[in-house]
Structure formats: C-alpha cells, structure tokens
Nanobody
Framework: QVQLVESGGGLVQAGGSLRLSCAAS????????MGWYRQAPGKQRELVAS???????SYADSVKGRFTISRDNTKNTVDLQMSSLKPEDTAIYYC????????WGQGTQVTVSS
C-alpha cells in the first residue's frame, strides 16, 4: 500500500549537479525520519543523508558540503540536491522513510563520469 518512488537520477559529468526527489504514496503514520542511502556495485548500502521530523540533519562525511537534504513533512517528500559530483558518487540511490515501520524506494541510478 505504501510506496516510495525516486526520480531525478541520470548521467552527469564530474563537477556537475543533480537533484533527486522521493515521493511517498499511501497512508503512513507520523514520519520520524527521512533519509537517502546509496549502494555501489559490490559495496554495502550506506547512509548518505537523513533528516528528522523536527529538522535535524546528518550527512556522511564523504558528501558533507556538497549535498543538501530537504523535506516536506506534509507532502511526504524528500529531496537530495547534489553538487560538485564525483565519480565515486556513482551508485543507486534509495530513499527511506520511517514511522513505526521502515519503507524503501526501488532506487534511482546516479552515474558520474570522469
């Protein structure tokens, strides 16, 4: 019933920018956390950025200063603005929502060429 859909992925050159969006459909209870994860081939899925219901933000060290997470609690959307992209940012990016449950999108591919 609940479904998260990511969009905005694509191919960009190193140094470029990209904005990812995630929209939730279906009814959820109060969302306590929204976040973006990524997974590169052969690697573990890692947390990129998260934002709490009250607005507390956390970033992975590798993206700090380059990525910005934002959300709209009433619309149940979360965005990730990515700038100064590097080839090592190449991965499938997943959004994640938490109420008392855990919801995942199917992912969107981001490829950064050198």
């Amino acid at each position: 019933q609940v479904q998260l859909v990511e969009s905005g992925g694509g191919l960009v050159q190193a140094g470029g920018s990209l904005r990812l969006s995630c929209a939730a459909s279906g009814r959820m209870f109060t969302i306590t956390l929204m976040g973006w994860y990524r997974q590169a081939p052969g690697k573990q899925r890692e947390l990129v950025a998260s934002i709490t219901r009250t607005g507390t933000i956390s970033y992975a060290d590798s993206v700090k200063g380059r990525f910005t997470i934002s959300r709209d609690n009433t619309k149940n959307t979360v965005d990730l603005q990515m700038s100064s992209l590097k080839p090592e940012d190449t991965a499938i990016y997943y959004c994640n929502f938490k109420d008392y449950r855990d919801f995942w999108g199917q992912g969107t591919q981001v490829t950064v060429s050198s």
